[in-house]
């Protein structure tokens, strides 16, 4: 059972919150262990996997990133983000040639300390791919998903392939921005810590 036949959802990324909430906590109500203790050992087996998939579900689903990243996996066959070899998203060619200056700059600024010029740089860097990256979640969170939720079967493919480009960008973006504010000495909240 997928996350969104969990909650009875079709596989859209536009969820209504509210719903989703009240739909997490009738779910919660019917399958938290507590409400199951009664039961033989082996159904509170099964009571309790299934709390934890109601559990799993709801934090993904309730996240439109995390929602737009299952859903990919999803359609693509696979359940979880490792898979190895191909099934990784891997950041477009172009923002990797893109990206290969703030590498080198990166690189001399492991190599050694930084001047206030280069330490400058590497701000002004960062805060440009930060913007980006909120640009890239707006494109997700936005134009991206209404596409999907509007596409027919046969616009699927494309519209799936954009929303995967876009979560490799994301992605790519919020480890670079990580490895600058690592070399500038800093921690970077709510982008730092996710790196995935």
Do not use: C
């Not at 059972?1 to 990324?13: D, I, K, Q, S, T």
């Not at 109500?29 to 709390?51: I, K, L, M, N, S």
């Not at 983000?81 to 998203?89: F, K, N």
């Not at 990206?99 to 001399?108: D, G, P, V």
Request: proline share 6%; no cysteine.
């Amino acid at each position: 059972m997928n996350f969104f036949e969990v909650f009875e959802l079709p596989r859209r990324l536009a969820v209504d919150g509210d719903e989703l909430q009240r739909r997490f906590y009738a779910l919660a109500r019917r399958t938290h262990p507590d409400f199951h203790q009664g039961v033989p050992v082996a159904e509170r087996a099964a009571v309790e996997e299934r709390a934890a998939l109601v559990n799993a579900a709801y934090r993904i689903l309730r996240d439109p990133i995390a929602r737009a990243d299952y859903l990919v996996r999803l359609e693509e066959g696979r359940t979880t983000r490792e898979g190895g070899g191909e099934s990784r998203p891997k950041a477009p060619p172009a923002l990797l040639a893109e990206m290969f200056e703030i590498q080198e700059a990166l690189a001399e600024a492991k190599a050694g300390p930084l001047d206030d010029s280069a330490r400058a740089g590497l701000v002004e860097q960062r805060q440009a791919l930060e913007a980006r990256h909120a640009a890239e979640e707006a494109r997700v969170r936005g134009p991206l998903a209404a596409r999907w939720d509007a596409a027919s079967p046969e616009e699927r493919p494309a519209a799936l392939a954009a929303l995967k480009d876009a979560l490799a960008t994301r992605a790519y973006l919020r480890t670079v921005i990580a490895d600058l504010a690592e070399a500038l000495g800093e921690e970077e909240p709510g982008v730092a810590h996710h790196r995935h």
